[in-house]
């Protein structure tokens, strides 16, 4: 073969391309096509040097290499220390003013937002103020109630049933106790839990919907059952620490990190997520899409904390208002 023929058809040494098609040292871009000043994509997503990867790409490739238990555990706990900086005033956004109501209120929660709860429980502890009024409520009368929150049939047999599981078993008081709670009509571990943690100071881990999504996504853990998920999670933290992670991670998810669309590119802890790059990174674009206080917006309580107040936060209206 003629030496000529033969350079031509060589393979690039560690390419795998032809000689004469490699891109020029650096892969320049041809002068006028750079982009002007002020357009460059904010740090974290511009391609990785070198491998043509987007930062979010290089996080899941990093992501899928195993990850040392301790590594895990310190990524977790930081997560959990910003998110505590970005949330100081996290706080159970459901509206109560003792055990009987958030327990009442959570059990509400089900199939619906906090929000339709908050703007309908007003209107039921007005009318049966304690465990003794609501177990022996006109049933249909606590349905006209409840229609706001869906399932209200549903709904009205369970806290029926419940108020007089506590006037009949623990003399018309809620019990502190996990394993009392749990015996409650409509009450699992994730209303004890919630219970536990914001009326009586226990500590608890609420695994809901937002808290699965997110901690899966963060990779602290595979499991899908919300006992499962709790138990891993609660083993990387401090007993001490489980009510306000939960807060923090469920604020987050309602703010933040969406199912559908999160906000990557306005996420405080983009840089310790695996996930990162599965929402919008675009900074602008992602700041349109937060919600309640972040976004300017009411927030789901009537009456939240003042804190909550203090940081921007606004009181969400009563029902039929606006």
Avoid at 30 to 46: C, D, L, Q
Avoid at 196 to 208: E, H, M, Q, S
Avoid at 281 to 302: H, N, W
């Amino acid at each position: 073969m003629p030496a000529k023929k033969a350079a031509d058809t060589e393979k690039a040494a560690g390419t795998g391309k032809t000689a004469g098609t490699e891109k020029p040292v650096g892969t320049e871009k041809p002068a006028g096509t750079e982009k002007p000043a002020g357009t460059e994509k904010p740090v974290g997503t511009e391609k990785a040097a070198g491998g043509g990867k987007s930062a979010a790409a290089v996080r899941k490739t990093a992501a899928r290499r195993p990850e040392s238990r301790t590594a895990l555990v310190r990524r977790a706990r930081r997560i959990n220390r910003e998110l505590a900086e970005v949330y100081p005033y996290a706080h159970p956004e459901l509206d109560f003013e003792n055990p009987f109501q958030l327990v009442i209120a959570t059990v509400l929660s089900a199939q619906t937002t906090d929000l339709r709860v908050n703007q309908t429980t007003p209107a039921l502890f007005a009318k049966y103020p304690t465990p003794e009024d609501l177990a022996s409520a006109d049933p249909e009368e606590v349905e006209e109630i409840l229609r706001p929150t869906g399932f209200f049939r549903a709904k009205t047999k369970s806290v029926i049933g419940l108020s007089k599981a506590l006037v009949e078993e623990f003399g018309g008081e809620v019990p502190g106790r996990l394993e009392d709670l749990v015996k409650l009509p409509g009450v699992g571990r994730k209303t004890a839990f919630v219970v536990l943690g914001n009326a009586f100071g226990r500590p608890g881990i609420t695994v809901d919907t937002h808290f699965q999504r997110l901690v899966r996504r963060w990779q602290w853990t595979e499991q899908t059952e919300p006992d499962k998920i709790e138990a891993a999670v609660g083993a990387l933290f401090p007993k001490s620490e489980w009510t306000m992670l939960s807060h923090h991670v469920i604020f987050h998810g309602r703010r933040i990190c969406h199912a559908r669309k999160p906000a990557c590119g306005a996420c405080p802890i983009a840089p310790l997520c695996p996930a990162y790059g599965e929402g919008e990174t675009d900074p602008e674009k992602a700041q349109k899409l937060l919600k309640y206080e972040k976004g300017g917006f009411p927030g789901q309580r009537l009456n939240p904390p003042q804190s909550y107040l203090d940081a921007g936060g606004r009181p969400a209206p009563p029902l039929g208002a606006g």
